[in-house]
């Protein structure tokens, strides 16, 4: 294992916020570095400092109900809540698309005295109330999944 491959390990099984990550990252890159130099390979400081996923448990049971941890569920939770509801616009933006867009019409004008002349018209008006409410829906949610992830931004920059 390279030292890049056991850094990227630790830090995907880091459970705590992003600044503070990071911080761990370069302080275990740091101390890989100097033991590297003093001339141990990466299975000596393997057997040294243990596995990624032990090192990461090691951090995560330190910050384990502190604010820092907290702060990460808190971010990912946004993350998910605007993922989803950002979707969620995108759907009733369709739906009232879909739904609004309807009115198509087509007339036979011609009788017995004169040729038969078909007559194909469209209006695209929104006229179906699940195409407003829809429409609306949609920007509220995409104005909630917007503001939610800046407020997931602003937990990442804190501490």
């Known amino acids: 294992m390279s030292k890049e491959e056991y850094l990227d390990q630790v830090i995907k099984s880091l459970k ?13 890159e ?12 990466m299975s000596e400081i393997i057997k040294l400092k243990g596995m990624p996923s032990s090192v990461a448990y090691s951090f995560n049971e330190a910050y384990s ?13 946004y993350r998910d809540i605007s993922v989803v509801v950002i979707l969620l616009s ?8 879909v739904t609004g ?3 198509f019409e087509s007339v036979i004008d011609g009788g017995c005295s004169g040729p038969t002349v078909i007559i ?10 699940i195409a407003i409410t ?16 800046f407020y997931h931004n602003k937990l990442r920059s804190k501490i």
């Open 16 to 28: 705590v916020a992003d600044k503070i990550k990071y911080r761990i990252l370069s302080d275990i």
């Open 30 to 41: 740091t101390e890989l570095e100097c033991l590297l130099e003093e001339g141990m390979d």
């Open 65 to 77: 109900g502190t604010p820092i941890a907290r702060q990460y569920y808190n971010q990912k939770r």
């Open 90 to 97: 995108f759907l009733f933006f369709i739906i009232s698309i």
């Open 101 to 103: 867009f309807v009115n």
């Open 120 to 129: 194909e018209s469209s209006n695209y008006v929104l006229i179906s109330a």
């Open 134 to 149: 829809s429409l609306v829906i949609g920007v509220i949610c995409l104005i909630v999944g917007v503001a939610s992830l």
